[in-house]
């Protein structure tokens, strides 16, 4: 009965310290490069070039380390696309399209030297605008990301910069034959408040 107790007492205080290492957080970024990807290289395939975009994300932190982090949330991402036809005997054409997505991240964070610290791991994506005819295919499914950055906290206060590139929809929930990937580039600054 004692080992009961001293095993319940253990986990209570345990969770409790655990409850003082959550943080919300806030950051807005550029998207500085996107294009689509296919695994195939096809012949008079349409070729997509990165125009502008931006990306807002409200996040949620759970330490569970000195150094590892557990990360989710919600980002909206929104970028202009160029499409060029990639034939060689019709006049050559382009066009403008958007794609605005909502991702749903699971990262794990590796803080190193105080100041810095790597993330990366699955995203859910879903694009909450329609695709365009002629524009890169649907993007909803599990997707990746990695990113490096720097952080300095103040008080309850943690800032941080960092670059990170996702590829949208690795698994498409509707995959075709030759379904095109988005990667992007981005560049985001940011604040987390400590619970």
Request: hydrophobic residues 35%.
């Amino acid at each position: 009965m004692n080992k009961l107790i001293v095993l319940i007492t253990l986990l209570i205080s345990s969770s409790y310290s655990y409850s003082q290492n959550h943080s919300i957080g806030l950051s807005a970024g550029h998207v500085f490069s996107g294009r689509a990807t296919d695994f195939e290289s096809l012949a008079g395939a349409s070729s997509y070039h990165h125009k502008s975009g931006s990306q807002l994300s409200l996040n949620y932190k759970l330490q569970l380390s000195k150094n590892i982090t557990l990360l989710s949330g919600l980002q909206l991402q929104q970028l202009s696309m160029e499409a060029q036809n990639g034939s060689s005997t019709a006049e050559l054409q382009t066009w403008d399209f958007n794609v605005d997505n909502l991702n749903i991240p699971l990262y794990a964070n590796l803080s190193f030297f105080k100041y810095f610290f790597i993330e990366g791991g699955p995203i859910l994506n879903f694009q909450i605008n329609e695709p365009d005819p002629y524009g890169i295919d649907n993007q909803n499914g599990i997707g990746i990301s990695a990113g490096i950055g720097a952080q300095y906290d103040i008080g309850k206060l943690n800032f941080f910069l960092k670059s990170q590139a996702q590829m949208q929809a690795l698994v498409p929930f509707n995959s075709e034959k030759y379904h095109e990937r988005l990667i992007t580039n981005s560049l985001s600054l940011g604040v987390y408040y400590q619970l």
